[in-house]
């Protein structure tokens, strides 16, 4: 699997408006190989050996699980990380995503359909009481993938505290998925740079 994509952030917190984004380019090969890389900030992948996150210099490593594995059975920060940034790649990953989906989330439902270019796509709804979490997934009808995950953290941000929250929303805009894409093996080699 071969993605390319946008992460956008749209914030209007006590009177503070903040709108980051940034591009990112992943792959996937079963059963545990993975490269994550956001632009400006980081990459986080398997080699199939090895689990490791880099940015700023720094990196942190861990064995790689050998097969498809739940997203809460990864070693700390990859379950968050991945989830914020790459739902689709964390869906890949999975043992069974379904699970996954009812594990981090308390509630999933489909809602109405929603159009975008005037293609209808299926539409989940997840609510996480925990932090009061609400995603939002359109899935592709005709490949079943992920076209666009969407979270509200409204609630969360005025529970911990926020007095005016009008909107706190980050989407995972997919540009391009490509199912059984061809990937070069190197694409997944990863040793820590020099210095690092």
């Known amino acids: 699997l071969q993605m390319t994509g946008k992460l956008t952030g749209d914030f209007e917190v006590d009177g503070q408006k903040q ?25 986080i ?3 199939g050996d090895q689990l490791y996150i880099y940015a700023n210099d720094r ?22 990380m991945l989830g914020a940034q790459n739902l689709s790649l964390v869906l890949a990953f999975s043992a069974d995503a ?19 270019d005037d293609k209808p796509y299926t539409t989940l709804k997840l609510v996480r009481q925990r932090d009061n979490a609400v995603l939002q997934v359109l899935i592709d009808p005709s490949t ?5 995950a969407t979270i509200d953290m409204s609630g969360n941000l005025a529970a911990r505290g926020a007095k005016d929250v009008k909107k706190a929303t980050v989407t995972i805009e997919y540009t391009t998925t490509t199912a059984n894409a061809p ?11 020099p210095g690092a």
């Open 19 to 43: 709108n980051p984004s940034s591009s990112f380019t992943s792959s996937f090969s079963a059963p545990n190989k993975f490269r994550h890389d956001m632009k400006d900030q980081g990459v």
């Open 45 to 47: 992948g398997s080699t």
């Open 59 to 80: 990196y942190l490593t861990f064995d790689a699980p050998k097969s498809r594995t739940m997203a809460d059975q990864l070693p700390a920060p990859f379950p968050d």
């Open 98 to 116: 379904a699970v996954d989906l009812t594990h981090a989330y308390d509630d999933v439902s489909r809602v109405a359909d929603v159009k975008l």
């Open 144 to 148: 079943n993938l992920l076209r666009r």
């Open 183 to 193: 990937i070069k093996a190197e694409t997944f080699a990863w040793t820590p740079p």
